[in-house]
Each structure stands twice: as C-alpha cells, then as structure tokens.
C-alpha cells in the first residue's frame, strides 16, 4: 500500500495535489477541479470529504486527520485510498518533465482566473445589494491599481534574460501605460474631482497586490504571462456594453454612459489579446528550476486570493455607510497629525 495510504499511525498521510470544489448542498451532485479535469461527485461524499480536507497537510498521520475531523480512521483511510488510486496525492505525477509542467500551470491558472471571476468585486457589481459608494471605491482602487500597472511588468522586462522574451514583456508594459485615464475619467463622470482622484490613495489590498506581482516577477519573470491568464482573461462581449451600462446606470442612479471610459479600456487590454500571452508564450515559462518555480506558483496563488480580499476590503470601506471614512481614501500625511 502507499504510504499515502498507509495505516501506520506515524506515517504522514501526502499532501493533496490541488484541487477545487464547488459543493451544492441543495443538489445530488457536486464538482471538484484539478489539472487533470472537472470531476462530478455525489454531494453526500463531497461534504464528507471537505471535512478531511484542511488537514492533508503532508504532515499529518491517519489518526490525526481522524481526530481533527471527527472522521473515523477506517472512513479516512479508504477516502485516502481512492484519492491515491485517482492520482491526486503529490507525488502521483511526474514533475520532471518541462512541458506537462507548463500545460499543468496553462490549466491551473485556467482553474484560478475562473474562480477569480466568480468571486471578484467587479464581477457581482450587478448581482449584490451594492451601493453606489461601492462601485466609485472600486473603480478608485482601479485607478491606482492600472496605473501601478506597466511599472510592475517593467520589473519582469527588466529582470528577463531573453532578448526576444524580454522584447515581448516590453511590449506589454508599454501597453498597458497611460490607461488609468481611461479609470480617471470614470471616475470623474462619476462626480468625483480629478484632484480628489489622484490624491487619493489605495487600500493596503490593492497595495499587496502590486506588491506580489512584484515579487513574482523577481522570482520570475517569464510568469509575467500566468499573471496576465489569471487577471486579464475576461471576455470583452461588445454586444452586451450598451445593456450593462444601462443596468448600471438603472441601480446605482449613474448615466449610462458613465462608464463608457472603463468599459473603453477592458476593450483595448481584450483587443491586443493581454489575456491570451499565456497561450502564445507558454513555452517562454522557465520551469528549469522546479524549487523557484514552486516558489513563483505559490505567489500567483497568493495573488489570486489578494483579488478576493481586496473585494472584501472595498465591500468593508466603501460599503453602505461611510461612517464617516473618507471617501475617496486618503493618505496619512505628517501635517494631519
């Protein structure tokens, strides 16, 4: 038996390839994602699983997932056991050859820009019970997050050996600059004043995520391309603009054509193919050194879930009432000690 499966009590149970779930409580069924596809389960195991789940760390025995779960061992072993025969324990496949890496990291990120979609602020605008300071903090923290933009690309150009890989990573950050005025004007249409807009500054979330593209990029640069799959690759619908900005317009009390700059910019990123560079340069991603390029998918990870908790933070600052926080957020500066 493998020791993933192993029921001696000292022996660690492996650490789960990673996987996601989407589990329906209401439903029969449920689904959970890996590299490897899109698999359905009967709801009833998917909630007995998620109960395991959090303690397949790589160091915990049999015993111990059991006694933190309030699984029974026996149940947990044979869970472990059809995990194993599924090839879902690291481990299970091979990490030494460059191209599956690659379309391993191609589909992962697929499976995290899509979960992104799901829960970014951006994406619910429409579907939640939000206010209008809502959508105008948003937008600020896109403002400071666009024009951050091209200077964190310019740290991957700059940090690339390749002439030719350099020269496209280039061509990106070059881009990508000047359109914060796309989210500027927005913002101003919006009723904010442009002083108001520049001055204002960004919540520690969209700060934390510069900063993670940043460290990306010095581990490796070539990821600048995942980065791109993960955040830019929603589809631009230029069919469906005039209705969103009418639906827009309708709940937060906005003109329609308030948002024509924003909507504007998503179109230029969508038509100079950003979410796509993944795609075209996959074989461009160093995966020479596998213990750097752990290192770099841990902080594309990372990054996925800054996205969610900026969504947090902007639902938190800018939600319903201000009480009394300043809207847009300003910076602490000596004088107003």
């Known amino acids: 038996m493998d020791q993933s499966t192993n029921s001696n009590a000292t022996a660690p149970v492996k650490r789960l390839r990673e996987n996601v779930w989407h589990v329906y409580r209401e439903g029969d069924r449920s689904y959970f994602q890996t590299t490897d596809g899109t698999f359905e389960v009967p709801t009833s195991e998917a909630l007995e699983f998620i109960k395991i789940r959090p303690h397949f760390s790589g160091c915990t025995t049999l015993d111990e997932i059991a006694a933190r779960s309030g699984v029974p061992k026996q149940r947990v072993a044979d869970i472990a056991q059809s995990l194993d025969e599924a090839q879902l324990f690291q481990g299970s496949v091979a990490s030494d050859d460059e191209r ?44 400071h997050y666009v024009k951050s933009f091209p200077a964190v690309i310019q740290v991957a150009a700059e940090g690339c050996q390749d002439p030719e890989t350099r020269a496209i990573i280039q061509e990106y950050a070059n881009q990508e600059r000047g359109h914060e005025g796309f989210v500027l004007q927005t913002l101003v249409n919006l009723g904010l004043k442009e002083q108001e807009v520049r001055r204002s500054n960004p919540l520690p979330s969209t700060q934390l995520i510069t900063f993670l593209m940043r460290k990306l990029f010095e581990i490796s640069p070539t990821m600048v391309f995942a980065m791109a799959s993960l955040v830019e690759s929603q589809e631009w619908d230029d069919s469906n603009s005039e209705a969103f900005k009418q639906q827009m317009g309708e709940k937060f009390g906005i003109s329609a054509d308030a948002l024509t700059p924003f909507l504007m910019h998503q179109k230029i990123d969508t038509e100079m193919g950003h979410g796509t560079l993944l795609a075209r340069h996959l074989q461009r991603i160093d995966v020479s050194n596998l213990e750097r390029f752990s290192e770099a998918i841990n902080v594309l990870h990372d990054l996925k879930h800054a996205f969610e908790l900026q969504t947090a933070e902007i639902e938190s600052y800018y939600g319903g009432d201000l009480q009394g926080r300043y809207m847009p957020r300003l910076a602490m500066e000596a004088a107003a000690l």
């Open 100 to 143: 599956a890496v690659r379309e391993r990291l191609s589909k992962v990120t697929a499976i995290w820009s899509k979960e992104l979609t799901s829960l970014y602020i951006a994406n619910k605008l429409l579907a939640n019970d939000y206010s209008k300071t809502i959508l105008v903090g948003w937008l600020c923290e896109m403002y």
